[in-house]
Nanobody
Framework: QVQLVESGGGLVQAGGSLRLSCAASGSIFSPNTMGWYRQALGKQRELVAD????????NYADSVQGRFTISRDNAKNTVYLEMNGLKPEETAVYYC?????????WGQGTQVTVSS
């Protein structure tokens, strides 16, 4: 059983910063990919960024490139998302995802609200 617990969401003014964390527990095998997705009200869930277990492969959505940074600590099975220059349109529930082979595990999500 794999569990993911996100933290770090909240309310921030436009242009501000937040750091999200996602801690995974349970049977976690490598290689794997951990990532962050977001879903705004009435919209589809979209990839924000993901990172391979080696850290050698990192993907960012074009809209966050240069403002967000994803990282991970394998000793803690934790992935982080540093978000800078936040925009009101980035208000959403942010979800953590762990991919191991053909299986995907999701966290419950953390709300990020960016006020204008």
């Amino acid at each position: 059983q794999v569990q993911l617990v996100e933290s770090g969401g909240g309310l921030v003014q436009a242009g501000g910063s937040l750091r999200l964390s996602c801690a995974a527990s349970g049977s976690i095998f490598s290689p794997n990919t951990m990532g962050w997705y977001r879903q705004a009200l009435g919209k589809q869930r979209e990839l924000v960024a993901d990172i391979s277990s080696s850290g050698g492969r990192i993907n960012y959505a074009d809209s966050v490139q240069g403002r967000f940074t994803i990282s991970r600590d394998n000793a803690k099975n934790t992935v982080y998302l540093e978000m800078n220059g936040l925009k009101p349109e980035e208000t959403a529930v942010y979800y953590c995802r762990l991919n191991i082979g053909l299986r995907n595990y999701w966290g419950q999500g953390t709300q990020v609200t960016v006020s204008s």
